[in-house]
């Protein structure tokens, strides 16, 4: 059964940080996407960031550029996003996903041109100020 697990949100003040941790089980990364996106309450869901298993490229969305770093680590299974500098427009549930065969530019999973086959049930986040 493949099953994405996300971990490490919490409450945290402006301008702290945090680390989100997604580990994959029942499928390995290779030639694999894995995307981080996020929902605030009444808003549309967000691809944050994308890292492709292949190649190593990734994606970040304008809004975290600068500020959050994706990385994979493929003997762990499991993709990191280092989430810096937080605001509290980051407030949101954080999903981890992942796409079989991503043929595409990595941008394209996280802006949803293409979809993802798998979810996780998500991780909350909270920046307070």
């Known amino acids: 059964e493949v099953q994405l697990v996300e971990s490490g949100g919490g409450l945290v003040q402006a301008g702290g940080s945090l680390r989100l941790s997604c580990t994959a089980s029942?499928?390995?990364?290779?030639?694999?996407?894995i995307g981080w996106f996020r929902q605030a309450p009444g808003k549309e869901r967000e691809g944050v960031s994308c890292?492709?298993?292949?190649?190593?490229?990734?994606y970040y969305s304008d809004s975290v550029k600068g500020r959050f770093t994706i990385s994979s680590d493929n003997t762990e299974n499991t993709v990191y996003l280092q989430m810096n500098s937080l605001k509290s427009e980051d407030t949101a549930v954080y999903y981890c996903?992942?796409?079989?065969?991503?043929?595409?530019?990595?941008?394209?999973?996280?802006?949803?041109?293409?979809?993802?086959?798998?979810w996780g049930k998500g991780t909350q986040v909270i920046v307070f100020s």
């Open positions: 029942g499928f390995t990364f290779d030639g694999y996407a």
């Open positions: 996903a992942a796409v079989q065969r991503a043929l595409y530019y990595v941008g394209t999973y996280c802006y949803g041109r293409h979809g993802m086959d798998y």
């Open positions: 890292i492709k298993s292949g190649d190593g490229s990734t």
